[in-house]
C-alpha cells in the first residue's frame, strides 16, 4: 500500500516539476485518434524538442494545486494529454494547433504560458506566431536597416561625385 502511494507522490512530483520548467504547456484532449495518429502527433512533437504525455487527471490536479495553478482543474476532464516544452514557448503550440487543423478529434483545451494559465484561443494565437528564426531573421534585418541605408547613401554620394568629376 505504502509503495503505491509512493509512486503516485513520485508522479505528481515529476509532473511539478515539468510544469515548473516548462515555458509552455499545452494540454488537449486526443479522444478520437487512433494510434497511427497519436504516433505521429508524438513524432513531430518530439522533432520539435517538446514532450508529450498522458497523466491521470488527479496526478494533473494534485501538481497544479502545488504549483497554484488550480485555473486549469476544469479543463481536467476526460482523457488528457499534456506537451511540456522547456526552451520553446511556440513550438507545442504550433505543432498542436497545425496537428488540431488537420485532424479535428484532436481538441486543445488549455495551457500554461511562462507560468500564467492561457486559454485554447491565447494557445492558437501564440502557434500564429512566426517561429523563433523567423523572429530571430526579422530582428536581424530591422537592425541592419539603418546600416544598408547608410550604405546605399554613401554609394549614391560616391557615384555623384564620379559623374560630375
Known amino acids: 500500500?505504502?509503495?503505491?502511494?509512493?509512486?503516485?507522490?513520485?508522479?505528481?512530483?515529476?509532473?511539478?516539476?515539468?510544469?515548473?520548467?516548462?515555458?509552455?504547456?499545452?494540454?488537449?484532449?486526443?479522444?478520437?485518434?487512433?494510434?497511427?495518429?497519436?504516433?505521429?502527433?508524438?513524432?513531430?512533437?518530439?522533432?520539435?524538442?517538446v514532450e508529450f504525455k498522458v497523466y491521470k487527471n488527479t496526478m494533473l490536479r494534485r501538481a497544479t494545486a502545488a504549483l497554484e495553478l488550480t485555473g486549469l482543474d476544469e479543463?481536467?476532464?476526460?482523457?488528457?494529454a499534456v506537451a511540456f516544452s522547456p526552451e520553446d514557448v511556440i513550438a507545442p503550440a504550433k505543432v498542436l494547433h497545425k496537428f488540431a487543423k488537420e485532424h479535428k478529434d484532436l481538441e486543445i483545451k488549455t495551457g500554461v504560458i511562462e507560468g500564467k494559465v492561457?486559454?485554447?484561443?491565447?494557445?492558437?494565437a501564440l502557434a500564429e506566431l512566426p517561429s523563433r528564426e523567423g523572429l530571430l531573421s526579422m530582428l536581424l534585418s530591422v537592425l541592419q536597416?539603418?546600416?544598408?541605408?547608410?550604405?546605399?547613401?554613401?554609394?549614391?554620394?560616391?557615384?555623384?561625385e564620379e559623374t560630375s568629376a
Not at 479543463?75 to 488528457?80: C, Q
Not at 536597416?145 to 555623384?160: G, T
Open 145 to 160: 536597416a539603418p546600416i544598408r541605408n547608410l550604405a546605399l547613401a554613401v554609394k549614391a554620394v560616391a557615384e555623384k
Open 75 to 80: 479543463f481536467l476532464t476526460g482523457p488528457t
Open 1 to 49: 500500500m505504502v509503495s503505491v502511494l509512493e509512486q503516485k507522490k513520485q508522479v505528481v512530483d515529476e509532473i511539478t516539476e515539468k510544469l515548473r520548467a516548462s515555458q509552455t504547456t499545452v494540454v488537449v484532449d486526443y479522444r478520437g485518434l487512433n494510434v497511427s495518429e497519436v504516433t505521429e502527433l508524438r513524432k513531430q512533437l518530439r522533432e520539435a524538442g
Open 118 to 124: 492561457a486559454t485554447a484561443d491565447q494557445i492558437s
